[in-house]
């Protein structure tokens, strides 16, 4: 299995352009997450999904938008990319119920804004 | 609002040493714990899982304890080696809904030198 994966690694983008990033996971899990991390902050929660066709917003949620058409994929995207959206994008997924179950994480990819 | 803090922000010791990570949370009516470990330029792993009902979690020389009473984690690590070098991240389970969405806390720098 490859777990979680995210694409791309890394992407530089002007201000005021546009970019989907990736998640896929081949575990099946049902919730997904989408993370931003800046220095110093932790990571903040963007958007999660409860399943194939939800979506609900986190902590951080202007300037970004995401999709879950399929279980195993889920789409960040910025209409309009602003500087302050420059940070380290990671998603993550969880079996759903119970208290036991661990959050899995991808690579992270790395998202600069000119 | 919860609220998660790591303290401290970074910590240096000699190899073989053995030391203890903090956890502060301010709300105590959480689902879980979970600690992590980030590796620079790298996803997050998950180290260790403590539900709201159990004390205490171990995996080989870590041992990770929950008091939520008093709204408290502790990581402890034991003969610590060059090898643990990373960032150590907390993440509580929020219980106002079972998403599985975390807080996370700022992280520790952790540097164990030979």
Same mark, same amino acid.
């Given at each position: 299995n490859a777990g979680v994966t995210q694409t791309p690694k890394f992407r530089v983008l002007k201000t005021g352009q546009s970019m989907t990033l990736l998640c896929a996971q081949d575990m099946n899990h049902e919730y997904m997450y989408w993370y931003r991390q800046d220095p110093g902050m932790g990571l903040r929660l963007i958007h999660y999904s409860v399943g194939e066709g939800t979506t609900a917003k986190g902590e951080v949620p202007d300037g970004y938008n995401v999709s879950r058409? $399929? $279980?195993q994929n889920f789409l960040l995207g910025l209409e309009s990319a602003a500087p302050s959206q420059t940070s380290v994008y990671f998603c993550a997924s969880r079996r759903s119920g119970g208290l036991i179950n661990e959050q899995f994480f991808g690579p992270g990819t790395r998202l600069t804004v000119l | 609002k919860q609220e998660v803090t790591q303290i401290p922000a970074a910590l240096s010791v000699p190899e073989g040493e053995n030391l203890v990570l903090n956890c502060s949370f301010?709300?105590?009516?959480?689902?879980n714990l979970q600690w992590f470990r980030q590796d620079p330029g790298k996803g997050l792993t998950s180290l260790l899982l403590i539900q709201s009902s159990q004390r205490e979690q171990t995996s080989g020389r870590l041992n990770a304890s929950l008091d939520k009473s008093s709204g408290r984690s502790t990581l402890y690590i034991a003969a610590s080696q060059p090898g643990d070098s990373a960032t150590y991240l907390c993440a509580v389970g929020a219980s106002s809904s079972n998403t599985g969405k975390l807080i996370f806390g700022q992280g520790t720098t952790l540097q164990v030198k030979p």
């Open positions: 058409l $399929k $279980k | 301010t709300d105590s009516a959480i689902y």
